[in-house]
C-alpha cells in the first residue's frame, strides 16, 4: 500500500511564526501536492510538483512556499502564519509520469490540523 | 457559479437501499471525473473515476456521467453504515494544455441501521 505519511497531526502556531509541514511518500512517486481542505470551501491545491526541485502554484500560493530536495518529501512552508491560514493541510502523491494526467488516482496522507493563534 | 457543485446533504438512506448522489460541473471541456470517499477526521480516497459517458460499476458503487447534461452521479447499492462518509466530485478539465484537478464541498452521507 501506498503511504503518504504527514510529520503531525495537530499543531498549534503564533501568528508570524515560520511554519514546517513536512510530508513523506514511500512509493517512488513522482508528484507530490499540497491541499488545505476547509468547510464549504472543499480542497483547494496550494502547490504541487512534478520532480525533485521542482513546483508549480496552484489556485492559493500566495503566503506559501514549498521544498522538494529528495523524491520523497515534499515540504510545505508558511514564511508568516497568519490566522486565515488556521486550516487542514492534506499533502498527496500521485506515481505517473504523463504530465498531463498527474492529477489522476491522488493518494493522500491523513492530514495536519493547523491552527494559527 | 462554482466549477464543481454538491448537494452539502446531509443525505440520508436507510441501511440496504439506493444512495445516489449527484455532482455537476460547469466547464463542458472537462475530461474526467473522480469520486473520493472521506471518513470523519480522515483523509480522501479515490473510489471510482469516469472518463466516458454511461455507467461504470464497480462492487456495489456505480458511477454515471452524462457530458451533454454535466453531470456525474455515483450510487451505492445494498448501503451499509461502513459507507457513511463524505464524497467528494472531483473534475480535470484542461484550460490551455493544462490539467486542473478541482474537487466540490462533498456530500455526507449517512447510512441508517
Known amino acids: 500500500d501506498v503511504k503518504v505519511t504527514q510529520s503531525s497531526r495537530y499543531l498549534v502556531k503564533r501568528t508570524g511564526e515560520k511554519v514546517f509541514l513536512e510530508c513523506v511518500q514511500d512509493?517512488?512517486?513522482?508528484?507530490m501536492f499540497w491541499y488545505r481542505q476547509d468547510p464549504g470551501l472543499g480542497l483547494r491545491l496550494i502547490y504541487f510538483?512534478?520532480?525533485?526541485?521542482?513546483?508549480e502554484k496552484g489556485d492559493i500560493p500566495e503566503g506559501y512556499s514549498v521544498s522538494r530536495e529528495k523524491k520523497e518529501r515534499f515540504s510545505l512552508i508558511l514564511e508568516s502564519a497568519s490566522t486565515n491560514q488556521t486550516s487542514m493541510y492534506l499533502c498527496?502523491?500521485?506515481?505517473?509520469?504523463?504530465?498531463?494526467?498527474?492529477?489522476?488516482?491522488?493518494?493522500f496522507g491523513s492530514g495536519t490540523q493547523l491552527s494559527v493563534l | 457559479q462554482k466549477e464543481v457543485e454538491q448537494n452539502s446533504g446531509p443525505l440520508s438512506v436507510p441501511e440496504g437501499a439506493i444512495a445516489s448522489l449527484n455532482c455537476t460541473y460547469s466547464d463542458r471541456g472537462s475530461q474526467s471525473f473522480f469520486w473520493y470517499r472521506q471518513y470523519s477526521g480522515k483523509s480522501p480516497e479515490l473510489i471510482m473515476s469516469?472518463?466516458?459517458?454511461g455507467d461504470k460499476e464497480d462492487g456495489r458503487f456505480t458511477a454515471q456521467l452524462n457530458k451533454a447534461s454535466q453531470y456525474v452521479s455515483l450510487l451505492i447499492r445494498d448501503s451499509q453504515p461502513s459507507d457513511s462518509a463524505t464524497y467528494l466530485c472531483a473534475v480535470i478539465r484542461d484550460p490551455f494544455g493544462n490539467e486542473k484537478l478541482t474537487f466540490g464541498t462533498g456530500t455526507r452521507l449517512t447510512i441508517i441501521p
Open positions: 469516469i472518463y466516458s459517458n
Open positions: 498527496a502523491s500521485s506515481s505517473t509520469r504523463d504530465r498531463r494526467r498527474l492529477n489522476e488516482k491522488l493518494f
Open positions: 510538483s512534478y520532480d525533485v526541485k521542482m513546483k
Open positions: 512509493m517512488d512517486h513522482e508528484n
